[in-house]
């Protein structure tokens, strides 16, 4: 057990991720020497060499492109894209090639790569830094979604992302690289809990709560806050957005019968309205109240003055919750 | 001032003459090795020691991929298939190149390389199963190193440069070694992959030859829609090779390619290739190419047809009898019955094969609808027996 910050425990993950497996590879734009803008790939490539960890020419079509081919000939790339703004240039490798083409191939070839991806605000950076795309990918089927809530998960998802035979897009929530807990780094990876389940974080009886990433911390706490005012919330850090947990997300609706998603995105067409069209499909005689969504409006992401309100934060959270008691 | 300048340069871009095809096509850097009367030059960079018996299984390679293209669009014409893209005219680009892989070197093709698809020996009839929609393409790239055909332009530039970077990984470089040889067209240069690919290649110095078809048009887009300067000298930009072949020339395009592959496996790193060669057909079946280009193009190229040349100098050089082009016609219209049986009997796809290979794995979410998909379908059954 040791304390680690969320940006060190995947610099660690990752490190296990090359020893494991010569056939590992990091890709990406100042992942070498540099160590990543976020230092998650820091001494990685002193250790590894040039060969394994890759600084790529900037463009992120070629970092997704090449890995494919890289993929195609017996390797495991893992691809950073530096910032969740700049995956767009990739979009149409990843969506029209990676996603789609075992499935074009009947079967016949495999694309273990995962596509790191620092994503979110709550940093105070300019504009295209501070996004949150995941639903893009969610929506695209052939991609695994997941995204690490703190540094234990962290630790153990991108091991498993890694060793995932189908492409994985993981979102690090980019505000927590900095939070620290223990992490069990010599637990064995098999005993970890499976990267596409999700996790009752704070068990409760009144209301649902469904994050990931970023949120997780955000609702734990208003979790902690809620409880003061007597009101018990289940927080479950959903990890995988896809496919997403339904086993565990209707098991706890069932119990509570409301439930709030919270996350950075727009809401409009994002994972919250999946959830809550699921939800209500599947729980609607147990629902107490409708599936509220508590994230980002209908906007461009705003300059970062104005994120806070943007953001959703632990008062935001609360109003959800206070409001599924409205009915 | 700034607006009349403007409109001076528009109206001067407006005159400038348009480059002749012909002239490009005649111009010195095109390698040629047997001229389109079937006549053999020589070229001092590219000596080709070539056999009787080797021109002639050239000779048969060509016949046999026209007659397959014939056959593919008789089929879309009879409502076989959805839709075709013809290689007509582009055989000696494809065949050439095609046969200058040893079966250890990856292709990367578009959706256009039948005949290198047959040089590699992949069955014709996996080709037709793309157009006929019964699947993506579907067969195994490693069975022939011969990867999946890629639609959307470009995008498989990138993937053969990834591939040819684990080469690279594997030691596979050097004396013994793998290359890469990835397709495209005139109008996919334009696309940003494919400047990344030219990128990725040269700063890694990657085994891996670009294999550009020009056929001058890009659907309706003529060349001058995408390029100021021949496409073969974009190359030096980037730092490695540009050669301009005739791509109507099956000799000259199987020496480049060999040259250029060789020199990738050996470490000297990328070329591009640009096989200048004409569409003589539409872009698919559904194209109509009276609608943007002149007959009288077509006439002119019609002259330089790839199949012909070698034609006549296995008549001319080798005194090769007639029967010898009778068989080639036999054999190649027996290959047409067969790819034309293969096509009418391949049964459609089960609806629930729709649900496989999403993942190497299914998640639950696709077990969950694909059981709901079941029986829907099963529900009809029921209603059927209940009548």
Same mark, same amino acid.
């Given at each position: 057990m040791t304390t680690l910050t969320l940006s060190k425990a995947l610099?660690?993950?990752? +490190?296990?991720?090359?020893?494991?497996?010569?056939?590992?590879?990091?890709?990406?734009?100042?992942?070498?020497?540099?160590?990543?803008?976020?230092?998650?790939?820091?001494?990685?490539?002193?250790?590894?060499?040039?060969?394994?960890?890759?600084?790529?020419?900037?463009?992120?079509?070629?970092?997704?492109?090449?890995?494919?081919?890289?993929?195609?000939?017996?390797?495991?790339?893992?691809?950073?894209?530096?910032?969740?703004?700049?995956?767009?240039?990739?979009?149409?490798?990843?969506?029209? &090639?990676?996603?789609?083409?075992?499935? /074009?191939?009947?079967?016949?070839?495999?694309?273990? !790569?995962?596509? /790191?991806?620092?994503?979110?605000?709550?940093?105070g950076a300019v504009e295209h830094h501070s996004e949150s795309p995941e639903s893009?990918?969610?929506?695209?089927?052939?991609?695994?979604?997941?995204?690490?809530?703190?540094?234990?998960?962290?630790?153990?998802?991108?091991? &498993?992302?890694?060793?995932?035979?189908?492409?994985?897009?993981?979102?690090?929530?980019?505000? /927590?690289?900095?939070?620290?807990?223990?992490?069990?780094?010599?637990?064995p990876l098999a005993d970890a809990l499976p990267m596409d389940s999700a996790r009752v974080l704070v068990p409760g009886t009144d209301v649902t709560v469904l994050c990931y990433g970023p949120m997780v911390r955000t609702c734990a706490e208003a979790a902690v806050a809620a409880a003061s005012d007597g009101r018990s919330l289940?927080?479950?850090?959903? +990890?995988?957005?896809?496919?997403?947990?339904?086993?565990? !997300?209707?098991?706890?609706? +069932?119990?509570?019968?409301?439930?709030?998603?919270?996350?950075?995105?727009?809401?409009t067409g994002g994972i919250g309205a999946e959830i809550a069209a699921q939800v209500t499909q599947e729980c609607f005689y147990n629902l107490e109240a409708p599936v509220l969504r508590v994230g980002a409006y209908t906007t461009p992401y705003p300059p970062s003055r104005l994120e806070e309100h943007y953001l959703p934060d632990l008062d935001r959270i609360l109003d959800g919750v206070d409001r599924t008691f409205g009915y | 001032m700034a607006v009349k300048d403007a409109g001076r340069a528009a109206r001067s871009a407006k005159r400038a003459p348009a480059r002749e095809p012909e002239r490009q096509a005649d111009s010195p850097e095109l390698i040629q090795l047997l001229t389109p009367e079937g006549e053999r030059v020589e070229h001092p960079d590219y000596p080709l020691d070539i056999s009787v018996d080797e021109v002639k299984a050239l000779y048969r390679d060509l016949v046999?991929?026209?007659?397959?293209?014939?056959?593919?669009?008789?089929?879309?014409?009879?409502?076989?298939?959805? @839709?075709?893209?013809?290689?007509?005219?582009?055989?000696?680009?494809? %065949?050439?190149?095609?046969?200058?892989?040893?079966?250890?070197?990856?292709a990367f093709p578009t959706y256009r390389e039948h005949? %290198?698809?047959?040089?590699?020996?992949?069955?014709?009839?996996?080709?037709?199963?793309?157009?006929?929609?019964?699947?993506?393409?579907?067969?195994?790239?490693?069975?022939?190193?011969?990867?999946?055909?890629?639609?959307? @332009?470009?995008?498989?530039?990138?993937?053969?440069?990834?591939?040819?970077?684990?080469?690279?990984?594997?030691?596979?470089?050097?004396?013994?070694?793998?290359? %890469? @040889? %990835?397709?495209?067209?005139?109008g996919a240069t334009s696309q940003g992959d494919v400047n990344e690919a030219f990128i990725w290649a040269s700063v890694n110095n990657a085994p891996v030859v670009f294999f550009c078809q020009n056929n001058q048009w890009a659907i309706s887009e003529p060349l001058e829609r995408q390029s100021r300067v021949p496409l073969y000298q974009r190359a030096l930009g980037f730092g490695f090779p540009g050669v301009r072949v005739d791509g109507n020339d099956v000799l000259a395009c199987l020496a480049v390619t060999r040259k250029a592959m060789q020199a990738a496996r050996e470490g000297q790193g990328p070329t591009l290739i640009e096989a200048y060669t004409y569409r003589m057909g539409a872009h698919t079946t559904t194209d109509d190419p009276t609608r943007y280009r002149l007959s009288a193009e077509l006439e002119a190229w019609k002259l330089k047809d790839p199949i012909e040349r070698v034609k006549q100098y296995l008549i001319r050089t080798w005194q090769t009898e007639m029967s010898f082009f009778d068989e080639v016609e036999a054999e190649a219209a027996e290959v047409g019955v067969r790819v034309r049986r293969a096509c009418l009997e391949m049964p459609d796809p089960q609806p629930l094969s729709m649900f496989d290979n999403v993942f190497t794995s299914e998640t639950r979410q696709l077990a969950a609808e694909r059981a709901e998909f079941a029986a829907y379908l099963d529900s009809f059954v029921a209603e059927e027996a209940a009548r």
């Open positions: 610099n660690e993950g990752l +490190r296990k991720a090359l020893e494991d497996n010569p056939k590992t590879v990091i890709m990406g734009e100042d992942v070498g020497k540099l160590g990543g803008v976020f230092r998650v790939t820091d001494g990685l490539q002193k250790d590894f060499g040039e060969a394994r960890v890759i600084d790529t020419p900037l463009a992120e079509s070629g970092i997704i492109g090449t890995a494919i081919g890289l993929a195609l000939r017996g390797y495991r790339p893992i691809c950073e894209i530096q910032f969740d703004g700049f995956v767009f240039p990739a979009f149409d490798q990843i969506v029209t &090639q990676l996603a789609k083409m075992r499935y /074009r191939s009947l079967g016949t070839v495999r694309l273990p !790569i995962v596509v /790191r991806i620092p994503f979110g605000g709550g940093i893009l990918f969610a929506h695209t089927p052939g991609l695994r979604v997941i995204s690490c809530g703190d540094p234990a998960d962290a630790y153990t998802m991108i091991q &498993q992302a890694a060793r995932s035979d189908d492409p994985v897009m993981f979102f690090e929530p980019k505000r /927590r690289y900095w939070d620290k807990t223990d992490v069990a780094t010599d637990a289940e927080v479950i850090d959903l +990890r995988s957005l896809a496919p997403l947990d339904t086993d565990t !997300i209707f098991a706890s609706v +069932r119990k509570t019968g409301r439930c709030v998603v919270v996350h950075e995105a727009v809401v | 046999i991929v026209r007659r397959i293209d014939f056959e593919a669009i008789a089929l879309q014409r009879q409502g076989e298939l959805g @839709i075709w893209a013809s290689l007509l005219g582009q055989e000696a680009a494809q %065949v050439g190149s095609g046969r200058a892989l040893t079966p250890r070197d990856m005949g %290198v698809a047959w040089c590699r020996g992949l069955d014709p009839a996996k080709l037709l199963e793309l157009y006929r929609g019964v699947s993506h393409g579907g067969w195994d790239p490693t069975e022939h190193n011969f990867h999946l055909y890629t639609i959307v @332009i470009g995008s498989q530039t990138l993937h053969a440069t990834g591939y040819a970077m684990g080469i690279q990984r594997d030691g596979a470089v050097g004396e013994d070694g793998e290359a %890469v @040889i %990835v397709y495209f067209g005139d």
